[in-house]
């Protein structure tokens, strides 16, 4: 029996990469996974194939960018499920350009998903957590938010916003059974890093301590270590897993 039994998690941009890798590996601990991304992307194909491998999930579709939307969605999973024991704030965008030709409109479309996504969908599952008087939350920031990135102003800005949201809020519920933490991953295999041209690879490679990319499934390990029992002393935190890409 895994240590995730009876307990349910809401993923958000479950749908592919990262998302989908964090809701396959809680569904293998028991998990009731409660697959939230896009109403256009193909969330089913994911929630299909956790329930194949034997588990337990659904679907349910979201824009994070809506704060009322996501207050609804988190209404349904809990009257449907039965309560939220674990938040992860995955869902994220890139829209990179130097800062002297960014489009005003792309700044504030980055922050609109990557920060006030965490903030729509945080903000009404912690009053669940609350009255449950237990929860994990870990919001998937970047390395690129600690270090920065050339092209990044908006998605660094987003992913360090999300680590100071993160250790405020770790201090507002710590008392109440809830941890609070982010993950900064380094470069990872995913439809977002498929972008990269093999120039840009190498480049990348370079500055690694291990040369490899990241996989979807070494950051769902670090998520699965922050939820479980393992992660219990654990708040305010930043894990990077980055292959040493920083340290
Ligand atoms: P991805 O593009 O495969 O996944 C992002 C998911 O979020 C997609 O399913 C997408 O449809 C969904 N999404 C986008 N906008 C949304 C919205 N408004 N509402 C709800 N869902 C939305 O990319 P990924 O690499 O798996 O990224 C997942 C997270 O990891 C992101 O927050 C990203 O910033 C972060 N991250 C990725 C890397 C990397 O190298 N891939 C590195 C550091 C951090």
Redesign the pocket.
């Known amino acids: 029996m895994g240590y995730l039994e009876g307990k349910v998690a809401l993923v958000?941009?479950?749908?592919?990469?990262?998302?989908a890798a964090c809701a396959r590996a809680l569904a293998r601990e028991g998990a009731t996974v409660a697959c939230?991304?896009?109403p256009t992307?193909a969330t089913q194909v994911v929630v299909d194939e956790i329930i194949s491998a034997g588990g337990a999930a659904r679907v349910y579709p979201?824009?994070?960018?809506d704060g009322e939307a996501a207050a609804r969605v988190v209404e349904q999973v809990v009257a449907e499920l039965g309560g939220i024991h674990v938040l992860v704030n995955?869902?994220?965008?890139?829209d990179d350009q130097l800062l002297i030709r960014m489009r005003p409109e792309s700044w504030r479309r980055v922050l609109a998903?990557?920060l006030d996504?965490a903030f729509n969908v945080t903000q009404p599952v912690a009053k669940v957590m609350m009255k449950q008087r237990e929860g994990r939350v870990v919001s998937?920031?970047?390395?690129?938010g600690l270090m920065g990135n050339a092209g990044q102003t908006n998605?660094a800005a987003s992913?360090a916003g999300l680590v100071g949201f993160t250790k405020a809020l770790a201090k507002e519920l710590g008392s109440r059974g809830i941890t609070v933490n982010a993950i900064?991953?380094?470069?990872?295999q995913?439809?977002?890093?498929d972008k990269l041209n093999e120039e840009q690879r190498k480049a990348l490679l370079a500055n690694l301590a291990i040369q490899r990319l990241?996989t979807?499934e070494d950051?769902a390990n670090a998520v699965l270590f922050l939820v479980g029992p393992a992660g219990s002393y654990i708040t305010g935190e930043v894990i990077n897993v980055s292959g040493g890409l920083y340290m």
């Open positions: 958000t941009g479950a749908a592919t990469g990262i998302g939230s991304s896009l992307d979201l824009n994070v960018t995955n869902a994220g965008i890139t998903v990557n996504g998937i920031s970047s390395v690129v998605y992913k900064a991953p380094g470069f990872i995913t439809p977002m890093t990241g979807p950051i």
